[in-house]
């Protein structure tokens, strides 16, 4: 197996994804990771460069920019980033700040950080639902009435494309119907269950 290939199916798995899941946030289609992992030696050389910067590394010399220098893995962690607001707005979890988005040192010593495990996601706005706000920290200048649009832009902010952002937001909605009837598999109060339900709905359909 040639080092590039090498290096980007072992990143891949360490960061827990199948080969589907990297294509997906990647942007790139799976018969090319599928080669590229196998050492295809005619892949084009500007998509090997989209699969390595998802790893903070290159194989052509070029502009390079390092807006996001403190994880080891940008890609990687900008596209489940941004999963992570897109899972919050359906849910309702109005309540993450700042601290809720952290990197963890890989292993100690090695001052290499990535985003930490998904924590304390809450369905504040069903609990609460006074609460209008459906973010805590502002999208776009935006903390309510957020829509698909605000999603798409704030993917230009994350470095995502935006048909690979639309194909994240997706993959979120088809599986609407999975969390409805976990909602009604839990032992949720028969009130608040409802508010989750229809949360989740109307949400799903915002940003369709």
């Not at 992570?84 to 849910?91: A, H, N, P, S, T």
């Not at 700040?97 to 100690?108: D, G, I, Q, R, V």
Request: with cysteine; net charge positive; hydrophobic share 40%.
């Amino acid at each position: 197996m040639n080092p590039i290939a090498e290096f980007v199916k072992e990143n891949r798995k360490a960061a827990g994804l199948t080969q589907e899941q990297f294509a997906l946030r990647s942007g790139l289609g799976l018969r090319f990771v599928r080669e590229l992992e196998q050492g295809k030696e005619t892949v084009r050389m500007d998509k090997v460069n989209v699969a390595l910067a998802m790893f903070n590394a290159q194989a052509v010399a070029g502009k390079k920019e390092n807006k996001w220098q403190y994880s080891s893995r940008v890609g990687i962690d900008m596209t489940e980033f941004y999963i992570r607001l897109v899972f919050c707005f359906i849910v309702g979890n109005s309540d993450m700040h700042l601290k809720n988005f952290s990197l963890l040192e890989t292993a100690e010593s090695s001052w290499e950080y990535a985003l930490s495990p998904a924590y304390d996601l809450l369905p504040v706005n069903a609990n609460m639902p006074t609460d209008k706000e459906q973010f805590a920290l502002a999208m776009n200048g935006k903390k309510m009435n957020l829509r698909k649009n605000d999603f798409l832009k704030f993917a230009d902010t994350c470095g995502i494309s935006r048909p690979t952002a639309s194909k994240l937001i997706q993959s979120l909605v088809r599986l609407t119907p999975r969390w409805l009837e976990m909602c009604d598999e839990s032992l949720l109060p028969d009130e608040l269950n409802e508010r989750l339900k229809k949360i989740i709905s109307e949400r799903t359909e915002i940003i369709r």
